[in-house]
């Protein structure tokens, strides 16, 4: 005889166990109505909330409608302050909500932020919050007053719960010092320090240790700022500092630094006098240019020996990885490896690995062309070789090649692409796409037929509307495709083929340069229309379609 189990059967033990593992908006979405049973247990359980870009307005409008009677419960929250059809979410929630008893906090932002006076005021309150969270996301900049005022509130206000912050957005930190401090109980200690050339060194992070003195774990991301427009490099005197006035952090345990900017062994040593009982330390070091004695320090692990020996004597695990980018003369890698034997020999388990890549002017004058194509070629094939070694090339599923303006380049994007067999995300100029001796390439066709996700460089390349047709026979599984073209009369043409030929197709993005002054009729009824005449009526879903058009591009998603 078989017997069957109800929902209703199960305990509220089960059921508080299963809403552990869900987030706010499902839960509601799937418990919100059923019973005075289930009600009275969302009543009082911890909440966690999650809102992600490619949420929709309706969404949070649902979830909010909840939260109206649930805000209380809810310890947890991520969102992103742009999702689909709607931006200033973070803003919206907190003039609805008051989050009382949220514990962790993070905001990912998309765009420019103008609007978090009100939620700042909240995050002041918040007396049980731990962990605080702030990213900006695709290198756009946060509003200058909203930095201050996240540092201010962070850095500034009596938060005693505070454990661990991030702060992933740029800036300097110049002006901390004139701050007054209470951040005194913070233990984890996440931040991107970046700035002008002249403002930014390795030195900025002194001034954060002399704010956060029960600091266990900290990590650094110091970053130039690369300049918009091409300037000229002028080299900046290193500031003076006080090697007498240091200011000791004997709660560090674990230091990760990451930075492009120029250091040497002797600023580094000076940072670390600073963490007496350091276990733990993460380097990694990229730049485009090194002095040739900063070099050679970095690479000498008998001054890493010595150096860890006088300052960091507790050291037990350290980590680094550098990349330097130099010509002439060249490294000796044997030396490198021999000066590092005393880290391999305290710990077996210590990997080293010591790699050189070189950078050969392959493009000769035109006399030299036919005496150096064959060399081209062997130069790509080496290349690839050499990539292969270090990454599983079939395990490539995304490649984005860089515009250098050379009318033989495809031959080189061919041989990498025919080394990926896998890949289905393409980002690449759109010069290229139009290039008959790359779109129509016997060698590359059955590798353009599984592309999914195919995007260009923004660059003012055009893509004409004539080739649209050509594009969709070449790649027919599109699922996401973003291009450029010149005004959005082209447009109009181009999206009737994409909607008409790409059945897969989810999102789609223009760009264009000149707006029309006509008014087309690119709704999101006409969307619709187009794509169930195109296949049939259960090819889309039409409260998931969005379409969004400004001066500068049109944008419809599809699901």
């Known amino acids: 005889m078989n017997t069957y189990t109800c929902l209703e059967d199960l305990s509220n033990e089960i059921f508080f166990e299963i809403f552990d593992y869900l987030y706010a908006l499902d839960i509601f979405t799937a418990f919100g109505s059923l019973n005075k049973r289930i009600s009275s247990i969302l009543q009082s359980i911890p909440l966690h909330v999650i809102i992600l870009n490619n949420h929709y307005d309706k969404e949070i409008n649902l979830l909010s409608s909840y939260l ?35 514990q962790s906090c ?41 930095e201050c005022d996240i540092i201010r509130t962070i850095f500034m206000n009596k938060l005693s719960s505070l454990r661990s912050v991030t702060l992933h957005y740029d800036y300097n930190y110049s002006n901390i010092s004139t701050y007054t401090l209470n951040a005194s109980n913070l233990i984890s200690l996440d931040l991107l320090i970046s700035g ?42 290193e500031p003076f500092i006080n090697e007498n006035d240091l200011v000791i952090s004997p709660q560090i345990k674990s230091f990760h630094l990451s930075t492009t900017v120029e250091c040497n062994i002797h600023s580094i040593g000076l940072i670390l006098r600073c963490m007496p009982n350091l276990i733990h330390f993460k380097f990694y070091h990229g730049t485009r240019k090194v002095q040739w004695q900063n070099a050679q320090d970095l690479i000498n692990g008998h001054k890493w020996q010595n150096m860890f020996e006088i300052h960091v004597p507790f050291l037990s695990k350290f980590d680094f990885h550098m990349s330097i ?11 490198i490896i021999n000066s590092f034997e005393y880290f391999v020999k305290k710990n077996p388990e210590w990997q080293l690995i010591v790699d050189r890549w070189e950078n050969y002017d392959i493009y000769p004058e035109d006399s030299f062309q036919s005496n150096v194509q064959s060399n081209e070629n062997d130069y790509t094939q ?129 760009y264009y340069y000149q707006d029309s002054l006509l008014d087309y009729p690119v709704s999101r009824n006409y969307v619709i229309d187009k794509r169930r005449e195109a296949f049939n009526f259960n090819i889309i879903n039409e409260y998931k379609v969005t379409v969004t058009k400004n001066r500068e591009f049109v944008e419809i998603r599809l699901s």
């Open 325 to 335: 980018m130099k010509y002439n003369p060249k490294f000796d890698l044997d030396m």
């Open 196 to 237: 002008k050339v002249n403002t930014i060194s390795i030195y900025s992070i002194l001034p954060i240790l002399r704010v956060c003195h029960r600091i266990r774990y900290l990590h650094a991301i110091i970053n130039e700022e690369i300049p918009s427009k091409r300037t000229f490099r002028v080299r900046v005197q």
């Open 382 to 510: 080496e290349c690839i070789s050499c990539l292969s070694k270090m990454v599983y090339l079939s395990n490539v599923y995304q490649i984005e090649f860089q515009t250098f303006d050379d009318p033989i380049e495809w031959k080189y994007i061919q041989c990498v692409l025919q080394a990926c067999p896998n890949v289905v995300n393409l980002k690449i100029s759109s010069s290229y796409w139009i290039l008959s001796e790359f779109i129509d390439n016997k060698f590359l066709i059955s590798i353009f037929k599984q592309i999914k996700i195919l995007k260009s460089i923004k660059e003012n390349r055009y893509i004409p509307s004539n080739f649209l047709l050509k594009l969709v026979e070449r790649f027919p599984s599109i699922t996401n495709i973003e291009f450029e073209m010149f005004s959005f009369d082209d447009c109009i043409s181009t999206i009737d083929i994409l909607l008409n030929y790409l059945k897969d197709l989810w999102y789609l993005k223009i």
């Open 68 to 102: 109206t009677f649930h805000a209380d419960q809810v310890i947890s929250l991520k969102c992103y302050d742009t999702i689909r059809d709607r931006s200033s979410i973070i803003s919206l929630l907190f003039n609805r909500h008051h989050f009382i008893n949220l």
């Open 106 to 146: 993070i905001f990912i932002f998309d765009k420019p932020s103008n609007e978090l006076e009100n939620v700042l005021k909240q995050i002041e309150n918040l007396h049980r919050l731990v962990t605080f969270y702030v990213t900006q996301s695709n290198y756009k900049k946060i509003s200058e007053k909203d």
